[in-house]
């Protein structure tokens, strides 16, 4: 399990599944959000923050993880 704290101006936070195919999911990350994804999420979906061709402000991605997990 992993919990993102997103801290500073929106982006959006992409899926794509790891076995490939269509389906694709965004989700807006505004100031003070916090996703919290299972071990499920992790093992079958990729995730990113993409870049973007606008100029964007800063943005601070904390995560937090159980200890001794990578």
Do not use: N, Y
């Not at 606008?54 to 997990?69: L, M, N, Y």
Request: charged fraction near 25%; aromatic fraction near 4%.
């Amino acid at each position: 399990m992993v919990a993102i704290l997103s801290v500073g101006d929106p982006r959006d936070l992409a899926f794509r599944p790891r076995a490939g195919g269509p389906a694709r999911l965004r989700l807006p990350l505004g100031h003070g959000d916090l996703v919290v994804m299972g071990g499920s999420c992790q093992r079958t979906w990729e995730h990113a923050v993409p870049k973007t061709s606008r100029a964007v402000g800063p943005r601070i991605s904390v995560q937090f993880r159980p200890r001794g997990v990578r």
